[in-house]
């Protein structure tokens, strides 16, 4: 059974950075190998905001996250990370992790939430003015 665990949300100015953390637990390739990160605002949809395989590769952001978001992963422990820099009040929201088959991985492009089968608990992330 694939499990995962988001940590590192926390409150922050805006402007300031935070870094997620989410380890996999049941890990197997045919399951869990493409991993991305999605939010939720209050009264909003959830969102894909950036995706990887677990070899490190097939990352897509996006576009309101280039070049202020980081994803990344260390496939000996296991973790995904987001490291998140600049943030912004509209960042604001709970952070999830998400695991799921390599398809997903191989587009190139954001999935939907119903292409990944497993998900953390999420992760709250508060940005003040």
């Known amino acids: 059974q694939v499990q995962l665990a988001e940590s590192g949300g926390g409150s922050v100015q805006a402007g300031g950075s935070l870094r997620l953390s989410c380890v996999v637990s049941g890990y197997t390739y045919r399951d869990s190998s493409c991993m991305a990160w999605f939010r939720q605002a209050p009264e909003k949809e959830r969102e894909g905001v950036a995706l990887?395989?677990?070899?490190?590769?097939?990352?897509v952001y996006a576009d309101s996250v280039k070049g202020r978001f980081t994803i990344s992963q260390d496939d000996v422990t296991r973790t995904l990370y987001l490291q998140m820099n600049d943030l912004k009040l509209e960042d604001a929201a709970v952070y999830y992790c998400?695991?799921?088959?390599?398809?997903?991985?191989?587009?190139?492009?954001?999935?939907?939430?119903?292409?990944?089968?497993?998900w953390g608990q999420g992760t709250q992330v508060t940005v003040s003015a």
């Open positions: 998400a695991a799921g088959a390599p398809f997903y991985c191989m587009g190139e492009r954001l999935q939907s939430r119903s292409s990944f089968d497993y």
């Open positions: 990887t395989d677990i070899g490190g590769g097939s990352i």
